[in-house]
């Protein structure tokens, strides 16, 4: 990973009936692995919507390479925004088209008009075996005879077959067992080693999320509340940090415990407290 910075998100505000981009930013580094947390609703998705103009912000601007995907010239902006995949929320596979057109669409018309038909193919075959999948039994299926976990695959496929340099991936686990969200968890880390993408994740899979990123967003109410390393996360103090580390508990734990010494220091008579930590 270099110093470089490949996508930033410079003061970006975006609001719909309520506020709900209050000045983001964020340097995302060439080759660099960053997911972003958040609850529901607070603009994740909207975020990376902001990164190829699928939702224009209201204020601030999205460079990539340090060029505006909305203020550059209109065919820039059209090159800047083909270096990117977007791996959308449920997979979002066309139905009524089999594997090989789906994974097809992943790249422009004109690399499709470009290339021979074997190549085409080889192309194709390579970037689903790159996710797991033998593409002589899935090649010719439709995506209803798929599981879910294979239809997450078939569009991680679509997003690596046009080689882009940039990837964000819309809750690419949401609605996988734990099995399955590992596989497509450890495919979205070797992607990232083998071609050097630059990935952004959205993902309530907090443990997944610190396993495979370099570093690691909060969203909360508009505004980026953490960013760093998961490390830094794991040891971060701040409740909703601590929340979405899994130390809910603890952090209970630690409120009541705090609650029960300082009624102690009050307790004139000494009586007994019910000592309840909940864990
Ligand atoms: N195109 C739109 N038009 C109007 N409101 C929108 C639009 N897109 C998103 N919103 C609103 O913006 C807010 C943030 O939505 P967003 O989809 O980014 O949430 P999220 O953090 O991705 O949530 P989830 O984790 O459930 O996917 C929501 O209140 C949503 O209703
Ligand atoms: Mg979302």
Known sequence: MTAEITIAYEDVYKRFDAPVLSGVSLSVMRGETIS??????????????????????????????????????????????????????????????????????GLE???????????????????????????????????????????????????????????????????LDPVNSATVNRLIM????RTKVTSIVVTHDVEGALEMSHRVALLDNGKLRFIGTPDEFRRSEDPLVMAFAD?????RAALKLIEHEAGDEDNESGSPHAVSIGV
């Open 109 to 175: 018309p004109e690399t499709i008009k470009s290339l021979d038909k074997n190549v085409m193919l080889e192309r194709i075959a390579t970037s689903l075996e790159n996710v797991n999948l033998d593409p002589r039994k899935v090649l010719s299926k439709l995506p209803a005879e798929l599981s879910g976990g294979m239809r997450k695959r078939v569009g991680l496929a679509r997003a690596i077959v046009g080689e882009p340099r940039i990837i964000l991936y819309d809750e690419p686990v949401t609605g």
């Open 247 to 251: 130390r809910q508990a603890a952090a």
């Open 36 to 105: 972003i947390l958040g609850t529901s609703g607070t603009g994740k998705s909207v975020l990376l919507k902001t990164t190829i103009g699928l939702i224009t912000p209201d204020r601030g601007d999205v460079k990539i390479d340090g060029e505006s995907v909305y203020h550059s010239s209109g065919t820039r902006i059209r090159d800047l925004r083909k270096t990117v995949r977007y791996v959308f929320q449920y997979a979002a596979l066309f139905d009524s088209l089999n594997i090989f057109d789906n994974v097809a669409m």
């Open 190 to 193: 070797s992607i990232a080693e």
